[in-house]
């Protein structure tokens, strides 16, 4: 008989991982606590609306993405525009515009001194620059300027939390990327949103056991995986979820294991959707907000991109997402005491829409713990941790604060640990097909 493995968690990564562990013979079965799988890959439709809860758009750099969309017969499509823009004194202008000369000559000089540092979706390659933060270095080199305007920008819009909790080794593999693969930067998304990969993988495994939320699991020579009350044996388990939730359901950690978990750390943030009449909105796609402009927004996008999908009768979304504090800070509150906080706070940063009636509740999805943040000293640790502790007592982890950042990296650490886990226990049998399991 086939070795069974237990995948706890069906986001990309859990779902990439039992994907593979199914095409090496293992049997596979996946745990989901929520009643879809996705997890910040996934969307909710509502008056006609597909809102994407976690992750809003992809890229042609994610070649994993676009060859699991190929496997699974999901399109892949081009946004309809791709211009992006940075808030400054209140204004839309473009992220040029935002250095001045001598920040600009700055910027390039720091980009002519590059190598070839690694590939910024998987961190491991770039641990060996793990040796400060991203703010204070290149504000060292650059300028206040560009820690403000670009290294910080983008940290906050794409991460929810300041540079000095980025490693410089993920700027430096960024700044690379961006000069190196500026073309494969382009915006894409998954045609029905991003929901619809997630739900094509998990349509051809045979075992996807959603609002199964796993209370418990000992590892060992057999590790115990409990489940409402109830308790089942696996000869391994892969644990594809956030470090905090990992250690909150693992009761017997290895050191190597315990240190980890404790060592990593997550950005909140809150998704938050408004409704605006489209022809109030340029053929702007992605607004990045500088901390320094707005300490609660940090980036907004006009879903317009998306073309049909993101229309309804003359209107289109507004998406935006938090800081980490303010998200924090209004957590807990009500759908519409958070809505009537972001209204204040967002409308002073977007010169597209000039009074609170322009802007109209939508929906909304809290992240506790939104991003890992790679911050100095991560990098290094999990490279270790992946060389060395990883598998303790038959329990694997991915996910992609693993060094692996964003929906491509997190689907690339899926199928890493699938292998990982296929190198310890070499199943029988090889290559099965994936059949077409029965409706949910």
């Not at 994907?19 to 996705?38: I, P, S």
Request: some cysteine; glycine content about 8%.
């Amino acid at each position: 008989m086939p070795q069974r493995i237990a995948v706890i968690g069906a986001g990309i990564a859990g779902l990439s991982c039992a994907t593979d562990l199914r095409k090496a013979g293992f049997d596979v079965v996946v745990f989901e606590k929520n009643g879809y799988v996705g997890g910040r890959m996934s969307s909710r439709s509502k008056d006609g609306f597909i809102f994407d809860l976690g992750a809003d758009h992809l890229c042609d750099l994610y070649d994993g993405i676009k060859d699991a969309c190929r496997e699974f017969g999901v399109g892949w499509e081009k946004m309809r525009f791709l211009k992006y823009g940075i808030v400054k004194g209140g204004k839309v202008i473009s992220p040029e515009a935002a250095l001045g000369p001598l920040s600009k000559l700055r910027l390039a000089a720091q980009q002519a001194l590059m190598r070839d540092v690694g590939d910024f979706l998987w961190l491991d390659d770039l641990a060996i620059h793990d040796h400060a933060n991203a703010y204070d270095y290149m504000r060292v080199r650059a300028g206040r300027e560009v820690s403000d305007y670009f290294v910080d920008a983008f940290s906050t819009t794409y991460q929810f939390h300041r540079a000095r909790e980025i490693s410089l080794g993920a700027l430096l593999g960024i700044m690379q990327s961006i000069q190196k693969d500026k073309d494969r930067w382009h915006l894409h998304r998954t045609a029905g949103g991003m929901q619809a990969l997630p739900d094509a993988m998990a349509a051809r495994l045979p075992d996807v056991r959603l609002n199964a939320a796993v209370s418990a699991v000992t590892g060992g020579e057999q590790v115990r995986v409990f489940v409402d009350g109830s308790e089942d044996a696996f000869d391994a388990v892969v644990v594809a979820a956030p470090a905090p939730s990992i250690a909150a359901l693992y009761k017997n950690p290895t050191a190597a294991q315990r240190d980890i978990l404790a060592g990593s750390r997550f950005a909140a943030t809150i998704s938050v959707s408004f409704r605006v009449r489209r022809a109030l909105l340029p053929d702007t796609a992605v607004v990045w907000v500088p901390y320094v402009e707005s300490e609660k927004i940090c980036g907004y996008v006009n879903e317009a991109m998306k073309g049909d999908d993101a229309l309804q009768d003359g209107d289109t979304l507004l998406n935006l997402w938090l800081h980490e504090d303010f998200a924090r800070q209004i957590m807990d509150k009500s759908d519409a005491e958070i809505f009537a906080a972001v209204k204040k706070a967002f409308l002073p940063i977007c010169p597209w829409v000039s009074s609170p009636a322009d802007v109209r509740e939508h929906d909304l999805e809290r992240w506790p713990l939104a991003m890992p943040k790679f911050a100095h000293g991560h990098l290094r640790a999990v490279k270790t941790f992946m060389e060395h502790g990883q598998g303790g007592q038959n329990v694997f982890f991915a996910g992609d604060w693993l060094n692996s950042p964003w929906t491509e990296g997190a689907l690339r650490c899926g199928k890493r640990v699938a292998a990982q886990v296929s190198a310890r226990f070499s199943p029988p049998e090889a290559d099965q097909p994936l059949a077409e399991a029965a409706p949910r």
